[in-house]
């Protein structure tokens, strides 16, 4: 993770764009297999009416099937689309409709509803699932036991109707229970993966954005650069004598000077620079669209307010920090070659009697 805020401009993936598109992927994949599942028994129930001479039930089934396979091939020729998952189920609720109209072959027409059910939880998710769900129950409701429904050829007897009810809304209580636990699972791993994501990135003492993730930023911000022929500038920053700030004052007062600088580097940068913690008491700063000159002046207001950091002890305590600078761009040297640049220009602030910025 990058330090506060500091991460929103720096153009990395986005977690929750990633997981909308899994679910999209995983939606149409269900509606493919849906469309294999009904074309297999609108197939078999095909055969079965032809085999029964019931002429007219195999060339509608037959027609349906032909319709459920053309759904299938523009699917995958199209590839992912939000509106796949809707076009299957208009289709899957055409043929049920039909079915239960007519009683399909042997009367069998209701059951094609139990497979409506995860197929639509699955489509849709448990909660618009459910919702169409008990709408198409309703419906079937209205249909089974509105006296002389227009268009029903089927004949029903009342215990099947009920029985049929009753086995719906009890399938769909048990599916959607089970597909909001899968949902609630998948939500505790996406969390989960995130604070792991944090953590792997983060320092734990200071917050800032760790070595690795410097590494990863300065990666990214390369590749970028390489096509918007921007600047970028980097710096790194050493404290002076820190051991001996520990050695007198002991490891925890160490820490909370780290802590303390950090947060100065922190509260006094841009949005999309990022700010880390290269190694013990040395810090990185990646400064995107910025010149030399540009990160020499905020190294010296760094600079400036570490060491104003020194009276806010008691007793004072001297606190200073030594910069190096140096810039990046499109033609410049990999950025290896920048960190020892910056590196060997913050060895020349101490060799030259620390507390200082050079940047040339
Ligand atoms: N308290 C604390 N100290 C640390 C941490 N990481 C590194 N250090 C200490 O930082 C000190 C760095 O010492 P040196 O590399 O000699 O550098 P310096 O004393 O700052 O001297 P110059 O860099 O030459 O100014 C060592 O004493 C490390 O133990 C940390 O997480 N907490």
């Known amino acids: 993770m990058i330090s506060g805020n500091n991460s929103q ?24 297999y849906m469309l294999i599942f009904s074309l297999a028994i609108t197939g078999a ?4 009416a032809l085999s029964g001479g019931d002429l007219w039930q195999a ?9 459920i396979l053309c759904a299938y091939i523009s699917i995958n020729l199209m590839g992912p689309s939000p509106k796949t998952p809707l076009l299957v189920g208009a289709l899957l609720l055409v043929l049920y409709f039909y079915l239960l109209l007519s009683g399909g072959v042997n009367n069998t027409g209701l059951m094609w509803a139990v497979m409506l ?6 489509l849709y998710g448990h909660k618009h699932g459910v919702a169409a769900l008990l709408a198409i129950g309703g419906a079937t409701a209205l249909v089974l036991f509105y006296p002389n429904f227009p268009g029903l050829t089927a004949d029903y007897d009342t215990a099947y109707r009920v029985r049929f009810i009753a086995v719906f809304g009890s399938l769909t209580a048990l599916t959607a229970l089970l597909d ?7 939500q505790l791993l996406h969390r989960l993966t995130q604070e792991l994501e944090s953590h792997a990135s983060t320092d734990a003492l200071t917050g800032l954005a760790n070595r690795r993730e410097a590494y990863r930023a300065m990666n990214e911000l390369e590749r970028r650069n390489r096509h918007l022929s921007g600047r970028y500038t980097v710096l790194i920053g050493d404290l002076d004598n820190f051991k001996t700030i520990n050695d007198t004052y002991g490891h925890a007062f160490g820490d909370r000077v780290l802590q303390d600088v950090a947060e100065v580097l922190r509260g006094n940068t841009r949005a999309g620079d ?15 669209n910025t010149d030399l000159q540009g990160g020499g002046k905020l190294a010296e207001k760094l600079r400036g307010k570490v060491e104003a950091l020194s009276d806010q002890y008691d007793p004072p305590v001297q606190i200073s920090i030594s910069f190096g600078v140096a810039e990046g761009g499109p033609s410049s040297s990999t ?14 602030a101490k060799e030259g009697g620390r507390n200082q910025v050079v940047a040339l």
């Open 180 to 186: 909001s636990s899968r949902h609630q699972t998948q």
């Open 335 to 348: 950025h290896g070659q920048l960190l020892a640049e910056a590196d060997a220009r913050m060895y020349r």
């Open 117 to 122: 059910v995860p197929g639509f939880i699955n």
């Open 274 to 288: 990022i700010v880390a913690r290269w190694g013990g008491e040395e810090f990185l700063l990646l400064l995107p």
């Open 45 to 48: 129930m095909a055969v079965i």
């Open 9 to 32: 401009n720096s153009g990395f993936r986005d977690p929750v764009q990633e997981a909308h598109q899994i679910e999209l992927r995983r939606r149409v994949q269900a509606s493919g």
């Open 59 to 67: 060339t509608t089934l037959f027609a349906v099937g032909g319709l």
